[in-house]
């Protein structure tokens, strides 16, 4: 019988927080969430290009982190739902918000929003990982799909 070896790659799983816990900021609304986005989004790319972040979050509501997922051009840009939660289970990351903004200044959702919010809604309760909203944003306000009862 033939000795078959195989050489593979070995996955490592780490998270190093800058910070404790407890000095993290807490959302506990989607006025809170827009607040920790609009602080750490690049005005002068808003609009002009559409972004995707994402805030993760821990079991007390506070903020992990805000990641980039990806930047676009003038009328959209990719959401690859592997790498949001990649990410989110990389942070141990219990929930989350989603966030992308519209160059156009428009804040109501589109076809594509709305799908892609169903489906990480979706994969985030297979996972364990709760979508609590998505929000749409503008230097001067956001809609949060919570709030308009779409999630």
Not at 24 to 53: H, N, Q
Not at 119 to 133: A, N, P, T
Request: charged share 25%.
């Amino acid at each position: 019988m033939e000795n078959l070896s195989f050489k593979v790659a070995e996955i490592e799983i780490s998270y190093r927080p800058a910070f404790k816990l407890a000095e993290l900021p807490k959302v506990t609304s989607s006025r809170e969430a827009y607040k920790v986005l609009i602080e750490r989004w690049d005005e002068g790319r808003m609009e002009l290009l559409e972004e995707f972040k994402v805030i993760l979050l821990n079991t007390k509501g506070r903020v992990l982190g805000v990641v980039n997922i990806s930047q676009g051009g003038f009328s959209g840009t990719v959401a690859d739902p592997r790498v949001i939660f990649a990410v989110a289970l990389k942070a141990c990351a219990s929930s989350m918000i989603l966030a992308h903004n519209h160059p156009s200044g428009e804040l109501s959702p589109s076809d594509a929003d709305l799908t892609l919010t169903k489906r990480l809604k979706s994969g985030g309760d297979i996972l364990g990982i709760e979508v609590h909203d998505h929000l749409i944003v503008s230097r001067y306000g956001f809609y949060s799909f919570l709030e308009e009862g779409r999630m």
